[in-house]
């Protein structure tokens, strides 16, 4: 049996050995399954009659001459079955295979053409032009960018690619019934928008949590306005207790996508339609673990010198006017070849409303003392990490660089927050790879550029090109620049300063847009995005459109938001 009511094909030869030997011998081993001391072993016992761990397989097994330790494993195991079933269904709910769909046409209901791997581009586009802010900039000043970037530049700037993917998006010229043309292959937004990113300029399968935060970056280096972050970036308030003192310190930090946690171990098991028994848990359990408190158990009090821990609780400072939401399905699992990213297997129940008043922070209580700022961090370098986090990372088995990447990264805020960071980037070629303090490019704060350029005679940025391509060589970038004159370098580009701004409302919440993934983790696999048009459904899946007819809201993984104003 692989499940409830789900079960596997066989001749029961094994459950009639057992029963015709006077029912002694209730174990069986799946011969295909051994490996390394282990395998699936079921019994067939009256107060089992399920998997089981046997302390002294290696014995039982080499009593037959088999070696456990050293067989090779051959077939599946029941586990791997099972969650192969479980993808199964996974794929038919989100693709909602079963019903008819009718395909759409029309504005904002274009298809966006799979051009390897780029499912995670296309379920975020679709879901990005549900926001007025994104369609004012970039349908809406169209002709004015294009005016602007002029040819060839437009095919190498992003605000260029995102305008022409917006406008044709929301033309409806490219998405007529009867028409063989219909959809946009984003050929050259992919490129543009991956190329200074050294996994998004492959064309392999990403995160589309990550994906969007790196489209956010890019439109907030834009100069054209509105700009559309401001619509969904928000602040949440972090509360940190001093356990032996009772004094607490808050902290406001910066996000553009809420995190949301699931609660595993509060699931409750539910049988589909099909007979199978699924996890599912409730959107209010996941509120409640997101905004519960988290406890740092070694702490050492400043103030008494105790070590009695700490408490961490986050709240939501400012509600945007649209909110992307993400649901943690992936967690970080320790095995013999290192840390994984693995998958939750579970549905969270939810409909089309989110309230997250009871959650909004009020700040310094009455009565609160507050602590008083760490000297390290007050009067030390920006670029010092909080060693206790880090520390608590080390456990997990992530490297030392990797985990100062990662505190320094979060702004030394929570121990959660950097391990969320660490599994956002496993796949980062750089991960381990120490970076040298480097604060600051500007002529005044790098005497090395200043020194040369005063000496030599070449602009500072000539020279900041040069020290790059030789390592920071000084020797070998000077000769190359007095034996290539006429070589074109571009002039760096300063980044424009963007006042971020936070706007605010009340926290009640209707969902327009979803986007689901389906397979083992966020490098392989689909997305599709499910997104509300007019009073409907819709389901994007690349090139196909179609009305939805059973919307999946409780398995989707990011999730966006609008707020009721």
Partial sequence: MLSENTFAVGNSHMRTHYEVTDKKYPLVVKLGTIENGDADVYSYDASEDDAVEDPNLIKHLAHWGIDANTAKKTAKSTQEIELDLNRDWEWEKMQENGVVLEPVFGRGLTPMVNIGSSCYINSLMQTLIRIPEVVERYNDRYVEIFENSGFPKAQDEFDAQMAKVVYALLSGDYSKEGNDLNGIKPYQFRRVAGKEHPEFKTSKQQDVEEYLRHICELMEQSSYTPNPVDAIRFQTENRFEDIASGQVRYNDREDTILQMVIPMEMASEVKDEAGTVRKQVSLDMCLESTFSDSTVDDFKSPITGEVKGARNRMRMKTFPKYLFVQMKKFILENSATGVNVKKMDIEVLLDETLNLETYRGTGVADGEVLLPEEPEIQNGSKNEVNEEIVNMLLVMGFSDVACRKAVKATNNSTAEAASDWL???????????????????????????????????????????????????????????????????????????????????????????????????????????????????????????????????????????????
Avoid at 525 to 538: E, L, N, P, Q, S
Wanted: glycine share 6%.
């Fill in 423 to 565: 599994m956002q980037h496993l796949d980062d070629p750089d991960l381990n790879t120490e970076v040298k303090n480097a604060e600051s490019s500007s002529d005044n704060d790098d005497p090395q550029v200043q020194d040369m350029a005063n000496m030599f005679g070449f602009p500072a940025f000539k020279i900041r090109f040069a020290l790059k391509k030789f390592n920071n060589s000084a020797d070998q970038a000077i000769n190359w620049l007095f034996n290539n004159p006429d070589e074109e370098i571009p002039e760096e580009k300063k980044k424009p300063v963007v006042e971020k701004r936070f706007d605010d409302g009340h926290g009640k919440y209707s969902l327009i847009g979803m986007i689901s993934h389906m397979g083992a983790n966020t490098h392989c696999g689909h997305y599709v995005a499910h997104v509300k048009h007019g009073d409907r459904w819709i389901l994007f899946n690349d090139e196909k459109v179609n009305e939805s007819q059973r919307t999946p809201f409780g398995l989707g993984y990011v999730y966006l938001y609008k707020r009721d104003d």
